[in-house]
């Protein structure tokens, strides 16, 4: 198991979206935007490496706006207790995101492929009981 010791190099970053198959393109400094093309349509992931955090999120998950009735949080809230890592929130415009959080220290490369794995599979599933729910 190869490890990625206090990863704070964006160019590292890019080697193990490289070497995981995230065709990832820069986005800004630290930052890569990943396209995936799935079951459900186009995913983008952004992957962003802070100083002590990597983040990959798909934003917007879901676009409302604010827009966000008590029962679509109530449902966030239970898809976040039974997810491992992965979690939903609002951004700043109101919409939802899904987003995956990483501390850099100690990290490997295992973690990575798991955590962005992981984020794809719920991303899948839940928009499709999204897009289910809203039909």
């Known amino acids: 198991m190869r490890q990625i010791h206090r990863l704070t190099e964006p160019r590292a970053l890019?080697?193990?979206?490289?070497?995981l198959g995230w065709n990832a393109?820069?986005?800004?400094?630290?930052?890569f935007r990943c396209v995936h093309d799935t079951s459900?349509?186009?995913?983008?992931?952004?992957?962003?490496?802070?100083?002590?955090w990597l983040?990959?999120?798909?934003?917007?998950?879901?676009?409302?706006r604010g827009?966000?009735?008590f029962e679509l949080?109530?449902?966030l809230l239970r898809m976040n207790r039974d997810m491992y890592q992965t979690k939903f929130a609002y951004d700043e415009d109101g919409d939802v995101v899904l987003t995956v959080?990483?501390?850099?220290?100690?990290?490997?490369a295992s973690e990575i492929r798991t955590a962005?794995?992981?984020?794809?599979?719920?991303?899948?599933?839940?928009?499709?009981?999204?897009?289910?729910?809203?039909?």
């Open 14 to 19: 890019a080697l193990e979206l490289d070497e």
């Open 55 to 64: 983040i990959a999120s798909i934003v917007p998950f879901l676009r409302t």
């Open 67 to 69: 827009d966000n009735s």
């Open 40 to 52: 459900e349509g186009e995913l983008v992931v952004f992957v962003r490496l802070d100083d002590n």
């Open 25 to 31: 393109a820069r986005h800004d400094e630290r930052t």
């Open 73 to 75: 949080a109530r449902w």
């Open 116 to 135: 962005l794995s992981d984020l794809l599979q719920h991303a899948i599933r839940h928009r499709r009981t999204l897009r289910e729910a809203s039909t």
């Open 101 to 108: 959080e990483l501390p850099t220290e100690s990290l490997d």
